[in-house]
T-cell receptor, first 114, second 112 residues
Framework: DAGITQSPRHKVTETGTPVTLRCHQTENHRYMYWYRQDPGHGLRLIHYSYGVKDTDKGEVSDGYSVSRSKTEDFLLTLESATSSQTSVYFC?????????????FGEGSRLTVL | RKEVEQDPGPFNVPEGATVAFNCTYSNSASQSFFWYRQDCRKEPKLLMSVYSSGNEDGRFTAQLNRASQYISLLIRDSKLSDSATYLCVVIDLSSGTYKYIFGTGTRLKVLA
């Protein structure tokens, strides 16, 4: 299994509080991604990174920010959590650049915003 | 309109049946295509890549039709263990970086 861990795995928080999810990899892969998964919507890309300090928005980036100060860590921050951000968040990594296409996922972080 | 679309199902099929899923994508610049499998409450995992000439891996066959912008997955001789959600994935390279875009997934339930 790819060395990718997410923390925390479960979090319950209140509306308006800041939340940071961490993704840590030991594979030295260039690309890192944050997705959220909701019933009826599948996996939707929030933000992704293609190198240290290089990030870009996905399809549902509003209300989220990210940072990548070193290769192994990609942080997702909800500055002021809302109930609509209750979801399962998956981090994924990829070396990309080829046709293997393998995205390796973390086990997910379940966030509940009350 | 979503960039990658799939019929959410569920597809309920008996053991031993053949089942096919389709997926359509809207970005004609999409370069690479894949099928991922996701078990309930687990992370997605790569099932197979999809090549222009079509490719097979055991009971699984994937096809790509670039002209019509759709991808298909055929599962023969379905097993109970094939019950899962199958996710169509496309790489969007329009920004010059690798964005993996997922369909909503098609749920398969194989019945004994």
């Amino acid at each position: 299994d790819a060395g990718i861990t997410q923390s925390p795995r479960h979090k319950v928080t209140e509306t308006g509080t800041p939340v940071t999810l961490r993704c840590h990899q030991t594979e030295n892969h260039r690309y890192m991604y944050w997705y959220r998964q909701d019933p009826g919507h599948g996996l939707r890309l929030i933000h992704y990174s293609y190198g240290v300090k290089d990030t870009d928005k996905g399809e549902v980036s509003d209300g989220y920010s990210v940072s990548r100060s070193k290769t192994e860590d990609f942080l997702l921050t909800l500055e002021s959590a809302t109930s609509s951000q209750t979801s399962v968040y998956f981090c994924a990594i990829s070396e990309a650049g080829g046709n293997t296409g393998e995205l390796f996922f973390g086990e997910g972080s379940r966030l509940t915003v009350l | 309109r979503k960039e990658v679309e799939q019929d959410p199902g569920p597809f309920n099929v008996p053991e031993g049946a053949t089942v096919a899923f389709n997926c359509t994508y809207s970005n004609s610049a999409s370069q690479s295509f894949f099928w991922y499998r996701q078990d309930c409450r687990k992370e997605p995992k790569l099932l197979m890549s999809v090549y222009s000439s079509g490719n097979e891996d055991g009971r699984f066959t994937a096809q790509l039709n670039r002209a019509s912008q759709y991808i298909s997955l055929l599962i023969r001789d379905s097993k109970l263990s094939d019950s899962a959600t199958y996710l169509c994935v496309v790489i969007d390279l329009s920004s010059g970086t690798y964005k993996y875009i997922f369909g909503t997934g098609t749920r398969l339930k194989v019945l004994a």
